[in-house]
């Protein structure tokens, strides 16, 4: 792997290429929020995604792929930059922080490379006209507007006399209610990500090789699923959500746990079936809106000559444990579906393969350049997935304070680390993959703990580092839990024409 310093990468000379334009075009497709178990080919009872299973058998599936902060904008900046939190500077949710200065890209490094990049769908910088490298970009923010600057989907909304309606369903962004999309099928964000995609790709510039970047908004809640798709699963049995013995009791789990479960209501059973109903439906909504890009890549004749890499930025509970959401360090909220196929005949990515390496989203840039044979710049953290070197551990954390989660993962066993009240889990994911076994305080597993708890110790830095003492891990006390009454709805949305009034960027909009 060829690798260049962040100067030569990040302020490259006005037109310079930094290698000769390849034969190879580039997908890049994102889902947000979707766990890496909601796939057919990982053995999911429910859900049906059997665009994704053919392309997890035409390439390699990595099974150990994790969100190393599984939080929207951190999660993306590890994408964008191939760089760890620590690298790229948030760990919490900053709306109002742009990406590093001077740090490459990896829309810019394709960019420089001679390649034609686009993105459609979010993107989730700031600004949010910013273009991060990529030369032509469609957003679709989920309604951001109070952030500055043009939404292309409402504007897609006003073209069809729908001025304003996207959030007319009354459904929260970060809130597990559910309903049916309110309008037409034709105007539903995954049908205008699908079709703005592959319209672009038939708009492509010829003499050059494509990169394209496709980031759906779903499942990320609102959970607004067409008709269509939540009738497919209306009668079906649905997988029942998973109840260790460790979260039987709300009051003992650790601070931050207790933060998130306290947060979002209790669905009853029938309720919590049937939001879980409609995420599978919006999952499979996307999965077949796959294959109309699948689809134009042939009829355009260039799938045999595209890389195709689909990636999750974290998953969700989905009431797994009494919890929702992201922000957590367990399989359901920090696993990511990780699929990579290659052009065609490349031995590199393989046929069929699952991979069990452990992975980040830092590693897609490099991936993606190295198969491209393009050079790696300096700054990237990440691995190439089709690479030789490998990880022992992976790193993983998720805000700071009382609420501040830490993971570290040696591909066999996870300990998870909560600094307010120094309460450790640890979970062997080989023999209990659904972490209902809390091995922390078995003395069999002792030794474990305390190498893991020696290597999570030797990667913590600034304020965390008030958190140790003689390089033992030793936390914080344990505030009084305060939950602030929830009068945002958790980020409710309005009526969006007239456009909304800009408000203070930092301010973090949702579940904080």
């Known amino acids: 792997m060829q690798r260049v310093s962040g100067d030569q990468a990040g302020n490259p000379a006005a037109g310079a290429v930094s290698s000769p334009p390849g034969d190879r075009h580039v997908l890049f497709v994102t889902v947000d929020q979707w766990p890496a178990r909601l796939l057919g080919i990982a053995g999911h009872p429910t859900v049906e995604t059997p ?21 929207c904008i951190p999660a993306r900046r590890s994408m964008m930059t191939g760089t760890s939190p620590r690298g790229h500077g948030d760990r919490v949710f900053q709306p109002a922080l742009p990406m590093p ?8 490094s394709f960019r420089d490379a001679g ?5 459609i769908g979010k993107l989730h910088v700031y600004p949010q006209r910013d273009r991060i490298g990529f030369e032509e970009v469609l957003l679709a923010e989920e309604g951001r507007g109070h952030l500055g600057g043009m939404d292309d989907y409402e504007l897609f909304l006003t073209d069809k006399g729908q001025p304003g309606q996207q959030f007319m369903h009354g459904m929260s962004n970060n809130e597990y209610s559910w309903r049916t999309w309110h ?34 908004t779903h499942p990320h809640p609102p959970i607004v699923p067409l008709a269509s798709y939540f009738e497919r699963y209306r009668a079906r049995d649905v997988d029942a959500p998973l109840m260790a013995d460790w979260a039987r009791d709300p009051a003992a789990l650790p601070y931050a746990v207790r933060v998130a479960h306290n947060y979002w209501e209790q669905l009853p059973p029938a309720q919590l ?36 890499l689909i990636c999750g930025d974290h998953g969700d509970m989905l009431g797994d444990n009494g919890l929702y959401a992201k922000r957590l360090m367990y399989e359901a ?26 992975v980040g989203l830092q590693d897609i840039m490099p991936t993606l350049l190295d198969l491209c ?4 710049p300096e700054s990237c953290e990440g691995l190439s997935m089709v690479g030789e070197q490998r990880r022992d551990i992976l790193y993983g954390e998720s805000l700071e304070g009382a609420k501040a989660t830490r993971m570290v993962n040696d591909g066999r066993y996870k300990l998870i680390w909560y600094p307010a009240g120094n309460h450790v889990q640890l979970f062997d994911l080989d023999e209990d993959p659904q972490e209902m076994a809390d091995l922390a305080g078995d003395p069999g597993h002792a030794e474990i703990r305390a190498r893991l708890g020696k290597a999570l110790a030797a990667r913590l830095y600034g304020e965390d580092e008030a958190w140790l003492r003689n390089g033992e891990l030793v936390g914080m006390a344990e505030p009084e839990l305060v939950m602030a009454p929830n009068r945002g709805l958790s980020g409710q949305r309005g009526l969006h024409y007239p456009p909304i009034p800009p408000t203070d960027p930092a301010k973090a909009v949702g579940s904080g």
């Open 183 to 216: 309008l037409p099928e034709e105007l539903h964000v995954t049908n205008w990500i699908t079709f703005a995609a592959a319209r672009t790709i038939k708009r492509r510039d010829p003499t050059r090789p494509g990169f394209w970047h496709v980031s759906y």
């Open 115 to 119: 390649y034609q990049t686009a993105a």
């Open 273 to 308: 079936a049937d939001m879980r109903r409609a995420v599978y439906a919006l999952c499979t909504h996307i999965d077949h809106q796959l294959r109309i890009l699948i689809g134009t890549l042939r009829e355009e004749g260039l799938l045999d000559d595209t890389i195709i």
């Open 373 to 376: 044979g393009l050079p790696i």
């Open 51 to 71: 665009t994704l299973d053919q392309i997890a058998r035409t390439g390699t599936r990595f099974t150990n792929a994790y969100a190393e902060c599984p939080i």
């Open 333 to 358: 909220s920090a696993g990511v579906p990780m699929l990579l196929s290659g052009a065609a005949g490349d031995s590199r990515v393989g046929t069929g393969v699952t991979d069990r390496r452990l």
């Open 101 to 108: 200065e001077g740090m490459p890209t990896l829309a810019r």
